[in-house]
């Protein structure tokens, strides 16, 4: 087995434990790392796969929205 065969594997592991998560800004975190971990996947083992890789660019910059909008704008509006 390849070591690129854990990505897959590690995928797995970050979006059960995110799913899991009662917490936002956790499950946040770990859908981005779960994505990020897809695109190093998609741009190493598989280049071709472009729509793959489309996908979860796409997650990523919606991870990162959901982020700024609900944990960092979201903390300054209460700190005021």
Do not use: E
């Not at 070591?3 to 009662?22: A, E, T, Y």
């Not at 859908?31 to 695109?39: E, G, K, V, Y």
């Amino acid at each position: 087995r390849l070591p690129s065969d854990l990505i897959p594997v590690s995928c797995s592991l970050l979006f059960v434990i995110g799913v899991n998560m009662k917490n936002a800004t956790g499950m946040r975190l770990f859908f981005l790392a779960n994505s990020a971990l897809w695109i190093l996947y998609d741009l190493t083992v598989h280049p071709i796969a472009q729509a793959n890789l489309m996908t979860h660019i796409v997650v990523v910059l919606s991870v990162l929205v959901g982020i700024v909008r609900y944990d960092i704008l979201n903390g300054l509006s209460h700190k005021k």
